[in-house]
């Protein structure tokens, strides 16, 4: 069961107990203030295992499970053992492949993994054998068996009772999982499903961490049933629970293990598509003897207990209490219960509703099995996690909540005194401190800023400068939207886009998680580029006419020298492309004149240069917008330069790059005009439009008719004709398939009479290095033009393209005023992505402009739909744009 960081944010207890009272009024006034504004700060109430956090490699990929842990039914050959069954390796034949064909209904065949001691799993990864191009055996379905002994095995099942997950569709992606609920144990099994017979190979990877608590079972009371006042029916059983059923629950574990708190209205759960009443099981007092509900926990060995934390609900309006008293009998080894025992009176809270977890002190016990008696303080007692804190354990959170106070007592009218204020006040204490630390640096910050705006008159840009370093690539390996491992890589790739060290949840409906890494080819000048994302089908050998635009292109990212992408070529335009040489010729440097340097990035620099005698390279098709080729006079040109201490992969882009762009022929496509390539440093020369990049062009023109002297105007009729350019020179790449990933303004130049050509070099200018989201200090995205699948799945696709045209749409409609979701921070539109995802109401959309039209809105709407198959296409978009009339 995935749960997002924070969920299940809770008010601390109320104080309620006499004795705490009167020692809260002797407290100073002003300590008596801290500690009433700490009771009103939120904390987290989680279990002992979080599985937002809980997701790192167990060690197949990585190589500690050693061979001797892994094991299987069967295997084709020596070459394909279990020990080859390992997620993204190619040792041996490339993967464990089972004697004969899997037959439908036949699930004999398994692979099986010893962790040695239990684990909490999360999540699991799987693969299917490629070695090379030589393997095309994978799992299309497959099924998990799990064990906490050796002896009794489980059959995995989701919250809705499917044992089936499914698997691969070709040899050489990963796919991963989410396990929800999640499962526990020490041995697991993959069990290929197939519905037809065929040979199987699979690799695979287990994600989680260590179970610390050591629990193996729980017995229990079932579950039972609440009807409210209005007929609603709230359904409290344990229904994830691996163990036998029937009026109790023995041998298993369940929701009171799965690391999920449920929420203060029982009747609310963090999950979709379940019934009132999910998070928690209950039990009713009358249906009780004795008042109490009882619970035994078997143990993994005998350990040295400290604490058990119990989470309850106490919504008190609906008849639900916290247990007012806990009695708990301890057991070293398979003999009687001991006598003596462990008894802890609760203070209840008849004043906040609030769920909450409950610590009891276990005073250093020992035992490998604990009973506890959870007696009744109303009609209804709720749990929905119980953990254990043992001599060996150490948790996976970082910060506990404040907790309902008990006693360990034998008398039962004694209450607790308030030995937490001293702490709670110190705390509180700390937090001014930092508070104030954060004020006095933010202070000094722009103290300095001020200071150095005084000494020299820097613009916007290079204020920007101050507080962003130096942008690096969009397409790095690391964002992109799958596995690729069929090719070979440099070390300086490896180290570039190196495996994730934990995987991060998405949300319930995701299978992926967003942070997966493609590997890309090695490419040396003079080799023909084929298909680097697996078998080319015999469909993708030519560009067939009408390609969908959601289609999601296998791709080969391009690292241009500024450090940004050009575009994202899909492997079979590849194909196409290299049948041809570089359609442009070698230009003399010295007939370069540098003016200014543009932008720098990665590696290397983007600079405006003067060149004369352009048009003895220019072609019959070359009628190139914002050239003057008919004299002699020198006209502007762009040049990318790579710096010559380049690696050999950043070559290699730049040749590609090359390559690419010289096959780009179109009106609103900024030209590769000549290159120079015989020496370094390599340039390649590309047009350069009079006005600039389109953001800039708008941010100085102003709508209507201003006096004489103001600032340029320009009509919602230039607008849309600027718009239309940009649609057709996207219609025109989405035609080959071809994914720009970074549409916006800045990447757009403007020339004469409105004449718009889409380029690639935005990002390498630090006027805009605000656009863009560091990740890890490496990576930077353009979030605010982004998808809402591009930034949450790594997907990148002609449909995620049409939304940033949207964006851009929206940008050239306010005349570039401001920036997207201005008033949104970083984090907060990466979570209105999370809404869009959800697609519950709740997601924000960018406001109509005053510039734009019903008609123009709507269609900046339909760009941004959630379904990738609902928004339009740019052949759409380009022919509304063109039909679109002004509106007054």
Same mark, same amino acid.
């Given at each position: 069961? +995935?749960?997002?960081?924070?969920?299940?944010?809770?008010?601390?207890?109320?104080?309620?107990?006499?004795? $705490?009272?009167?020692?809260?009024?002797?407290?100073?006034?002003?300590?008596?203030?801290?500690?009433?504004?700490?009771?009103?700060?939120?904390?987290?109430?989680?279990?002992?295992?979080?599985?937002?956090?809980?997701?790192?490699?167990?060690?197949?990929?990585?190589?500690?499970?050693?061979?001797?842990?892994?094991?299987?039914?069967?295997?084709?050959?020596?070459?394909?053992?279990?020990?080859?069954? !390992?997620?993204?390796?190619?040792? #041996?034949?490339?993967?464990?492949?089972?004697?004969?064909?899997?037959?439908?209904?036949?699930?004999?065949?398994?692979?099986?993994?010893?962790?040695?001691?239990?684990?909490?799993?999360?999540?699991?990864?799987?693969?299917?054998?490629?070695?090379?191009?030589?393997?095309?055996?994978?799992?299309?379905?497959?099924?998990?068996?799990?064990?906490?002994?050796?002896?009794?095995?489980?059959?995995?099942?989701?919250?809705?009772?499917?044992?089936?997950?499914?698997?691969?569709?070709?040899?050489?992606?990963?796919?991963?999982?989410?396990?929800?609920?999640?499962?526990?144990?020490? %041995?697991? =099994?993959?069990?290929?499903?197939?519905?037809?017979?065929?040979?199987?190979?699979?690799?695979?990877?287990?994600?989680?961490?260590?179970?610390?608590?050591?629990?193996?079972?729980?017995?229990?009371?079932? #579950?039972?049933?609440?009807?409210?006042?209005?007929?609603? /029916? &709230?359904?409290?059983?344990?229904?994830?629970?691996?163990?036998?059923?029937?009026?109790?629950?023995?041998?298993?574990?369940?929701?009171?293990?799965?690391?999920?708190?449920?929420?203060?209205?029982?009747?609310?759960?963090?999950?979709?598509?379940?019934?009132?009443?999910?998070?928690?099981?209950?039990? =009713?007092?009358?249906?009780?003897?004795?008042?109490?509900?009882?619970?035994?926990?078997?143990?993994?060995? &005998?350990?040295?207990?400290?604490?058990?934390?119990?989470?309850?609900?106490?919504?008190?309006?609906?008849?639900?209490?916290?247990?007012?008293?806990?009695?708990?009998?301890? $057991?070293?080894?398979? @003999?009687?219960?001991?006598?003596?025992?462990?008894?802890? /009176?609760?203070?209840?809270?008849?004043?906040?509703?609030?769920?909450?977890?409950?610590?009891?002190?276990?005073?250093?016990?020992? +035992?490998?099995?604990?009973?506890?008696?959870?007696?009744?303080?109303? +009609?209804?007692?709720?749990?929905?996690? &119980?953990?254990?804190?043992?001599?060996?354990?150490?948790?996976?959170?970082? /910060?506990?909540?404040?907790?309902?106070?008990?006693?360990?007592?034998?008398?039962?009218?004694?209450?607790?005194?308030?030995?937490?204020?001293?702490?709670?006040?110190?705390?509180?204490?700390?937090?001014?401190?930092?508070? /104030?630390?954060?004020?006095?640096?933010?202070?000094?910050?722009?103290?300095?800023?001020?200071?150095?705006?005084?000494?020299?008159?820097?613009?916007?840009?290079?204020?920007?400068?101050?507080?962003?370093?130096?942008?690096? @690539?969009?397409?790095?390996?690391?964002?992109?939207?799958?596995?690729?491992?069929?090719?070979?890589?440099?070390?300086?790739?490896?180290?570039?886009?190196?495996?994730?060290?934990?995987?991060?949840?998405?949300?319930?409906?995701?299978?992926?998680?967003?942070?997966?890494?493609?590997?890309?080819?090695?490419?040396?000048?003079?080799?023909?580029?084929?298909?680097?994302?697996?078998?080319?089908?015999?469909?993708?050998?030519?560009?067939?006419?009408?390609?969908?635009?959601?289609?999601?292109?296998?791709?080969?990212?391009?690292?241009?020298?500024?450090?940004?992408?050009?575009?994202?070529?899909?492997?079979?335009?590849?194909?196409?492309?290299?049948?041809?040489?570089?359609?442009?010729?070698?230009?003399?440097?010295?007939?370069?004149?540098?003016?200014?340097?543009? #932008?720098?990035?990665?590696?290397?620099?983007?600079?405006?240069?003067?060149?004369?005698?352009?048009?003895?390279?220019?072609?019959?098709? %070359?009628?190139?917008?914002?050239?003057?080729?008919?004299?002699?006079?020198?006209?502007?040109?762009?040049?990318?330069?790579?710096?010559?201490?380049?690696?050999?992969?950043?070559?290699?882009?730049?040749?590609?790059?090359?390559? *690419?762009?010289?096959?780009?022929?179109?009106?609103?496509?900024?030209?590769?005009?000549?290159?120079?390539?015989?020496?370094?440093?390599?340039?390649?020369?590309?047009?350069?439009?009079?006005?600039?990049?389109?953001?800039?062009?708008?941010?100085?023109?102003?709508?209507?008719?201003?006096?004489?002297?103001?600032?340029?105007?320009?009509?919602?009729?230039?607008? =849309?004709?600027?718009?239309?350019? *940009?649609?057709?020179?996207?219609?025109?790449?989405?035609?080959?398939?071809?994914?720009?990933?970074?549409? +916006?303004? $800045?990447?757009?130049?403007?020339?004469?009479?409105?004449?718009?050509?889409?380029?690639?070099?935005?990002?390498?200018?630090?006027?805009?290095?605000?656009?863009?989201?560091?990740?890890?200090?490496?990576?930077?995205?353009?979030?605010?033009?982004? @998808?809402?699948?591009?930034?949450?799945?790594?997907?990148?696709?002609?449909?995620?393209?049409?939304?940033?045209?949207?964006?851009?749409?929206?940008?050239?409609?306010?005349?570039?005023?401001?920036?997207?979701? @201005?008033?949104?921070?970083?984090?907060?539109?990466?979570?209105?992505?999370?809404?869009?995802? =959800?697609?519950? #109401?709740?997601?924000?959309?960018?406001?109509?402009?005053?510039?734009?039209?019903?008609?123009?809105?709507?269609?900046?709407?339909?760009?941004?739909?959630?379904?990738?198959?609902? !928004?339009?296409?740019?052949?759409?978009?380009?022919?509304?744009?063109?039909?679109?009339?002004?509106?007054?």
């Amino acid at each position: 069961m +995935a749960v997002e960081p924070g969920r299940g944010a809770r008010s601390p207890p109320a104080v309620t107990s006499s004795l $705490r009272t009167a020692n809260m009024l002797a407290t100073p006034r002003p300590a008596l203030l801290l500690l009433l504004l700490l009771l009103h700060v939120p904390w987290a109430a989680r279990a002992q295992v979080n599985p937002a956090v809980c997701r790192y490699p167990l060690g197949m990929s990585g190589g500690h499970i050693p061979d001797e842990d892994i094991s299987a039914s069967s295997q084709w050959s020596e070459s394909t053992a279990a020990k080859y069954g !390992r997620l993204d390796s190619e040792d #041996g034949d490339g993967a464990w492949c089972p004697e004969i064909p899997v037959e439908p209904d036949d699930l004999k065949e398994f692979l099986q993994i010893d962790l040695r001691a239990l684990h909490f799993i999360t999540l699991v990864g799987t693969q299917g054998r490629h070695a090379g191009g030589h393997g095309n055996e994978f799992a299309p379905m497959y099924k998990i068996n799990y064990s906490r002994d050796g002896t009794r095995w489980i059959s995995w099942r989701n919250r809705h009772g499917k044992h089936v997950l499914d698997g691969n569709t070709n040899p050489y992606d990963i796919v991963l999982k989410d396990l929800e609920p999640p499962l526990i144990a020490r %041995f697991v =099994r993959f069990i290929p499903v197939t519905d037809h017979s065929m040979n199987v190979c699979l690799r695979v990877e287990l994600y989680g961490c260590v179970w610390l608590d050591g629990l193996v079972s729980y017995n229990a009371p079932a #579950g039972q049933q609440l009807v409210l006042p209005g007929g609603t /029916v &709230i359904y409290l059983n344990d229904s994830v629970y691996d163990g036998a059923f029937g009026y109790s629950m023995t041998e298993g574990l369940g929701q009171l293990t799965d690391g999920v708190s449920g929420l203060d209205d029982f009747t609310q759960t963090h999950e979709y598509h379940v019934w009132p009443g999910y998070d928690y099981v209950g039990w =009713r007092n009358e249906s009780t003897t004795g008042g109490y509900v009882e619970i035994t926990f078997e143990f993994d060995r &005998i350990r040295n207990f400290t604490a058990m934390k119990v989470h309850c609900n106490n919504m008190f309006a609906k008849g639900v209490k916290i247990f007012k008293e806990v009695q708990c009998y301890f $057991r070293a080894d398979t @003999s009687e219960w001991e006598p003596s025992t462990v008894s802890s /009176v609760l203070v209840l809270d008849d004043v906040n509703p609030s769920a909450r977890f409950v610590t009891v002190p276990l005073l250093h016990r020992m +035992a490998s099995a604990i009973k506890c008696q959870y007696y009744f303080a109303d +009609a209804w007692m709720m749990f929905s996690e &119980i953990t254990f804190q043992s001599d060996a354990a150490m948790y996976n959170n970082s /910060v506990a909540p404040p907790e309902v106070p008990v006693v360990p007592t034998t008398d039962p009218t004694l209450k607790i005194d308030d030995s937490n204020t001293r702490i709670l006040i110190g705390c509180l204490v700390a937090i001014i401190f930092i508070l /104030v630390a954060i004020i006095v640096i933010i202070l000094w910050r722009q103290f300095w800023q001020k200071m150095l705006e005084k000494l020299s008159p820097l613009s916007q840009a290079s204020r920007r400068m101050l507080d962003d370093e130096m942008t690096v @690539s969009l397409s790095l390996p690391s964002e992109s939207s799958m596995f690729n491992h069929n090719r070979s890589t440099s070390s300086s790739e490896q180290e570039s886009s190196s495996t994730y060290d934990r995987i991060f949840p998405l949300g319930p409906d995701y299978q992926e998680p967003s942070r997966l890494i493609r590997k890309l080819p090695e490419f040396t000048p003079g080799e023909e580029e084929t298909a680097c994302s697996g078998p080319v089908k015999p469909s993708q050998a030519s560009v067939p006419e009408g390609v969908p635009h959601y289609a999601e292109a296998d791709i080969v990212n391009l690292q241009g020298v500024t450090g940004g992408n050009t575009y994202s070529v899909p492997a079979l335009t590849m194909d196409l492309l290299s049948g041809k040489d570089v359609a442009v010729e070698e230009f003399p440097r010295k007939l370069l004149t540098f003016k200014e340097k543009l #932008g720098e990035g990665q590696f290397g620099e983007v600079h405006l240069c003067e060149v004369e005698g352009m048009e003895k390279f220019m072609g019959k098709d %070359f009628a190139l917008e914002g050239l003057d080729t008919s004299s002699n006079h020198p006209v502007l040109v762009a040049v990318k330069m790579l710096r010559a201490d380049a690696n050999k992969n950043a070559r290699n882009d730049f040749l590609k790059e090359i390559k *690419i762009m010289s096959r780009l022929k179109d009106p609103n496509i900024i030209r590769l005009l000549a290159v120079c390539i015989t020496d370094d440093p390599l340039c390649m020369i590309t047009e350069y439009m009079e006005n600039g990049d389109l953001n800039q062009f708008l941010s100085r023109q102003q709508a209507g008719s201003p006096p004489a002297g103001h600032a340029p105007t320009i009509s919602y009729s230039d607008l =849309r004709f600027m718009a239309t350019q *940009i649609a057709s020179g996207m219609k025109y790449l989405s035609s080959l398939n071809f994914v720009h990933r970074d549409l +916006a303004t $800045r990447n757009c130049l403007v020339g004469k009479q409105y004449t718009i050509k889409i380029a690639d070099f935005g990002m390498s200018r630090n006027l805009y290095s605000g656009d863009y989201y560091r990740i890890q200090g490496r990576a930077v995205l353009p979030i605010r033009w982004m @998808s809402w699948e591009s930034i949450l799945l790594g997907k990148f696709t002609t449909a995620s393209d049409v939304w940033a045209f949207g964006v851009t749409l929206w940008e050239t409609f306010t005349l570039c005023r401001e920036q997207p979701y @201005s008033q949104l921070s970083d984090e907060q539109v990466i979570e209105n992505t999370g809404e869009f995802f =959800r697609d519950q #109401g709740r997601q924000t959309y960018l406001p109509q402009p005053a510039l734009c039209p019903d008609s123009v809105y709507k269609l900046m709407l339909s760009c941004w739909r959630r379904d990738t198959k609902d !928004r339009p296409s740019f052949q759409d978009i380009h022919r509304l744009l063109q039909e679109s009339t002004s509106e007054e």
